[in-house]
């Protein structure tokens, strides 16, 4: 049964950085998937943050590019969301996402929250 697991959420102040982590469990295939993060504001609908394809390509959502960084791991099954300049409206549950042809998985979410 696949898996996926984030960590690495908090509170930080505006202008900081963080890292959060998603490990994958329960396939040998996930070199192939495609990687993503979505986050949900409060009150707010689910949306893209970043992806990664297996091939390396990425994509952002035009309100993170040049403050977030997507990454992977494949050897160690992890993906990674690398943030800085965080700000008030960033705040959200951070979901880690893994796509196949067949199927998409979710892990059950990190909170960061931004505030002073």
């Known amino acids: 049964q696949v898996q996926l697991v984030e960590s690495g959420g908090g509170l930080v102040q505006p202008g900081e950085s963080l890292r959060l982590s998603c490990l994958a469990s329960?396939?040998?295939?996930?070199?192939?998937?495609?990687m993503g993060w979505y986050r949900q504001a409060p009150g707010k609908q689910r949306e893209l943050v970043a992806t990664?394809?297996?091939?390396?390509?990425?994509d952002y959502a035009d309100s993170v590019k040049g403050r977030f960084t997507i990454s992977r791991d494949n050897a160690k099954n992890m993906s990674y969301l690398q943030m800085s300049s965080l700000k008030p409206e960033d705040t959200a549950v951070y979901y880690c996402?893994?796509?196949?042809?067949?199927?998409?998985?979710w892990g059950k979410g990190t909170l960061v929250t931004v505030s002073s």
């Open positions: 990664m394809r297996s091939g390396g390509f990425t």
């Open positions: 996402t893994g796509r196949t042809t067949l199927k998409d998985y």
């Open positions: 329960g396939s040998s295939m996930f070199s192939f998937y495609t």
